[in-house]
Structures are given as C-alpha cells and as structure tokens.
C-alpha cells in the first residue's frame, strides 16, 4: 500500500473527521481543478467564486501541494482519532480496498463477501 493511496482513502471516505479549515482547502483544490480544466473562462470564475475560499487559514494549508495537504490531514487524523478510521486492507494480499465497506480487492480480486 503506498503512502498516498492512504492518504487519499483518508481524505475521501473520512471527510467528516477534517477541519472546517481543511474541508474548505479541500473543496478549493477540487474546484480550482474544475475551474482551470474549464474552457470556459466565465464558467471556471463562476465556479472559484461560488466554491472557491479566500479564507488565509484555509488556503495556507494548500501550501506545498495537495499531496503535502492530505500527507497533514491524514497524520492528523490517524494521531487524533485513528479509532474512528477503519482501514480495510484486502485478508488476501494486504492491499488496501478501494473503500472501507469493499468485499473484493481491485488488486488480486480476492471476494470476501
């Protein structure tokens, strides 16, 4: 299992867990994505206006990429309340599944329904 891999599920199966603070960097990185992938220019402004944040604290935690982002948020999370984070790693091979409720493993196919 790599590190981002984890990372990732955190972040996106555990997003109740992050920070008011962190949820909205989050949902400005994702829309900061849309916007730039917009060809549509008013489209892509309507989006980082409506969805963007201009809040300093939030913003600062997009500092050094989204990858260091959730490398921070999935440490913090992991040392505060890794009771509340179930990770569901495959009882065949040990690869992490691709959600904490899967019963197959994308990687060997292992079911364990």
């Not at 900061?32 to 489209?43: H, W």
């Not at 600062?60 to 505060?80: P, W, Y």
Request: charged share 25%; aromatic share 8%; proline share 3%.
């Amino acid at each position: 299992m790599e590190k981002t891999d984890l990372e990732q599920y955190i972040v996106i199966h555990y997003h109740e867990l992050l920070t008011i603070e962190e949820k909205a960097a989050y949902k400005h990185h994702l829309t900061t994505l849309k916007a730039q992938n917009s060809e549509n220019t008013k489209y892509g402004e309507m989006l980082m206006n409506r969805w963007g944040t201009t809040n300093p604290e939030s913003l600062n935690l997009l500092v050094g990429g989204c990858d260091n982002f959730k490398n921070r948020v999935a440490t913090r999370i992991l040392s505060e309340v890794s009771d509340k984070v179930f990770i569901n790693n495959c009882p065949k091979c040990g690869e992490l599944a691709r959600t904490p409720k899967a019963k197959q493993c994308r990687f060997c196919g292992h079911d364990w329904h």
